[in-house]
């Protein structure tokens, strides 16, 4: 099954711009605003970690077993601190969902795909279409890109032959492959030095002469009177070979390529400023054939193999292999919905403010950083070292609405990916909350230098930071308050490793200054109030359901099996994607969170109970709720017609009923 770290709450098609967002002005107060400060204790339910400042060498490298590297964030004093910026970043997430904003502060990356199994992609990358050729990188920033035609392909025999590669072996059935053995470069080191400028002679053949006329591609052999001139070039290698029997068909690679030598190449030119070529640089940013082909080209002077499309006489784009990342037409906001891209200020840009090309708005709070006032040693004196790869956001099964139920795709459904015009992103991405961290991590020695060794604050360490706000509306002030407190049971997540459950904090308020403190909940109750006005049913709709089940730690105890919070291995990635419901097999993406979940005994609930404070909530309107609760959504309890004689202030015993929504009267205690 299908399982992530993380999952999302919905994106909501309506998002509430406040009426008085083209109205804030600095110099000019609301008759309403209200400015002050208040201070908040954060306490680590689980060991914590904020990466400290480390020094990056002239090369951009880091020491990651140096003790700057390692060490959590810290003032020059030596005390340790969690740096405003990741508190106001964290805030302001939760109040973007807490408040139906725009889904504006992305990056707005244009992702790519490469998936054999996706018919769309496949029919972008037919054999007439993808050409060959060598890319040079000017001094002055220009690019060249020398087309030499559709490329020929070369077998690992014929290669180990001529070259003594001895790829067939390397690649076969039964081989290791991992990250070390499968690069380009890797290949050409297990060849002569001077295979990058050596030009061969060679004779063309079809590759499958029996085949129906679909399959056009051409390969070589060498031949010190064939026609043909070519450099030989290689690619990474995803897999093993695997060579036909028993009636199934042979798979994996066993070809690489010859660009053959052109005279007058027809030549495309642009710079490192256009998209094309910071396209290709983002797909191709953690690559290790782009980081040894850049070297080489930097050192050396060589030119860049790559494969590309040409449309209208302009290059479409370009990879590293023949079936490279196909970018997607459109960027991540395209695929947002209308509401989320207009221009007006939602409430977290009212409150936090906002830069943007037509409008610009100074934000009215301010947080400090949070010093730690009681520190914790972490379980283990070394720390820890934990490789974070996550599925990139081109990743559809994820990141994408899918049709199916149960995470299983519909049997006529098809993935939904970027590459369609009505695609949809998931929402906003939430770590769900929990109580227990992995101090072990299983690490591919091949993966080890990709590791990030930290060292971590134990559980129960306490930082305290501000919060500053000026003219803020009570319904804003609410806003801020209520992402900072959240519902009794919810935790915030801070810092480095959440994935693995670190950071897991509880918020509580030490105190206020410019207003009372006993208002709070009045505060959080106004903005609740409006957003109820401005959503149907806001406080049992999808996205408060996703987030406040998420923000709970208790709730991982229901997750099924099968469905843990940790990344799936590499195969399984793939596995996922496969969808062939003609034998039995369908697509899986991931399901809500609450999807995750197995439902709650009903008997334990009616047997809930707790205690309530009778109180007025307008006019001569007596309700009680529970005491200490911060969960909205537990419906007051009308006491009007009570027989008991309560007054304001009285304590009362309840039973909490209705799935824990509402509260029935038992007795005055």
């Given amino acids: ?55 990056r060498d002239k090369d951009g490298n880091v020491d990651k077993n140096s003790d700057d590297f390692k060490s959590f964030s810290k003032m020059p004093d030596g005390v340790y ?36 199994n996706n018919r769309e992609y496949c029919d972008s990358m037919s054999y007439e279409s993808i050409h060959c050729g060598w890319m040079s990188l000017k001094a002055n920033g220009e ?17 180990d032959e001529q070259l003594n590669a001895d790829f067939c072996s390397l690649f076969g059935e039964g081989a290791k492959i991992n990250d070390a053995n499968r690069t380009a470069e890797f290949k050409y080191r297990k060849c002569h030095s001077d295979v990058h400028s050596t030009v061969y002679r060679f004779s063309d053949y ?29 690619t990474g290698q995803p897999g093993n070979r695997k060579e036909r029997r028993n009636g199934i068909s042979a798979s994996g690679k066993f070809f690489e390529f010859v660009f053959q030598e052109t005279e007058k190449p027809r030549m495309f030119k642009f710079d490192t400023e256009s998209e094309l070529f910071k396209d290709f640089v983002f ?18 002077g060589l030119r860049i193999p790559v494969f590309f499309k040409v449309e209208n006489d302009n290059i479409h784009s370009l990879g590293l292999s023949y079936l490279y990342k196909l970018p997607y037409d459109k960027r991540v906001k395209n695929y947002l919905r209308e509401q989320h891209t207009k221009s007006d200020f939602d409430l977290s840009e009212c409150i936090f403010g906002e830069t943007t090309p037509s409008n ?28 974070m790869g996550s599925p990139k956001p081109s990743y559809y099964p994820i990141y994408l609405e899918q049709q199916g139920a149960n995470g299983f795709l519909d049997d006529k459904a ?50 305290v930071f501000h919060v500053r706000f000026h003219n803020l509306r009570p319904i804003e002030l609410g806003a801020i308050l209520y992402a900072t407190l959240l519902q009794k049971q919810s935790c915030h997540s801070l810092g480095f490793a959440k994935p693995f459950g670190y950071g897991v904090c509880k918020y509580d308020i030490l105190e206020v200054k410019g207003f009372e403190r006993n208002r709070i909940e009045e505060y959080i109750k106004t903005f609740v109030d409006y957003m109820e006005s401005q959503v149907p049913n806001y406080s049992k709709s999808p996205q408060m359901k996703e987030l406040f089940l998420m923000l709970n730690p208790n709730q991982t105890d229901r997750l099924k099996k099968g469905r843990e919070l940790e990344y799936m291995e590499l195969d399984e990635f793939v596995k996922c994607k496969q969808h062939t419901p003609k034998k039995s097999k369908n697509g899986e993406f991931l399901p809500l969170y609450s999807e995750l979940l197995n439902p709650v005994e009903q008997k334990s609930l009616k047997s809930l109970q707790g205690v309530a404070v009778v109180t007025f909530f307008s006019g001569s309107i007596k309700k009680a709720k529970l005491q200490d609760s911060k969960d909205l959504s537990v419906k007051p309890l009308d006491m009007n017609n009570k027989k008991d004689k309560l007054k304001t202030g009285d304590i009362i015993e309840v039973e909490i009923i209705k799935n824990g929504k509402e509260l029935r009267y038992l007795r005055k205690k």
């Fill in 283 to 300: 797909i191709y940013k953690d690559s290790t054939d782009w980081k040894y082909w850049r070297k080489k080209a930097q050192e050396q």
């Fill in 143 to 159: 690019i060249e890109i020398a087309d030499h035609g559709i490329p020929y392909r070369i077998s690992h025999k014929t290669i």
């Fill in 206 to 234: 079809k590759l499958y002469p029996n085949s129906t006329a679909v399959d056009k591609r051409i390969g070589v052999h060498f031949d010190s009177n064939g026609s043909i001139k070519g450099r030989i070039v290689f």
């Fill in 414 to 463: 098809k993935f939904s990916t970027m590459m369609d015009k009505n695609g949809k992103l998931r929402g906003w991405k939430v770590y769900p909350a929990r109580l227990k961290h992995q101090t072990l991590f299983d690490v591919d020695d091949n993966q080890r230098e990709n590791t990030n060794p930290s060292m971590p604050l134990g559980a129960g360490s306490e930082f």
């Fill in 1 to 55: 099954m299908i399982r992530a770290p993380f999952n999302f709450v919905p994106l909501a098609d309506k998002v509430v711009f406040p009426q008085w967002g083209n109205l804030i002005f600095q110099d000019i107060p609301f008759s309403d605003g209200v400015s002050g400060e208040f201070c908040v204790n954060i306490k680590a339910q689980t060991p914590i970690f904020v990466r400290n400042g480390y020094v």
């Fill in 360 to 387: 610009s708005l100074r934000g009215r709070v301010q947080i400090s950083n949070a010093l730690c006032k009681e520190e914790y040693p972490f379980e283990i004196s070394g720390g820890i070292s934990p490789y």
């Fill in 81 to 116: 601190y969690i740096p405003a910026t990741s508190i106001k970043g964290e805030l302001r997430h939760l109040l973007e969902i807490l408040s139906f904003s725009k889904m504006q502060r992305i990056d707005n990356k244009r992702y790519s795909i490469r998936d054999v």
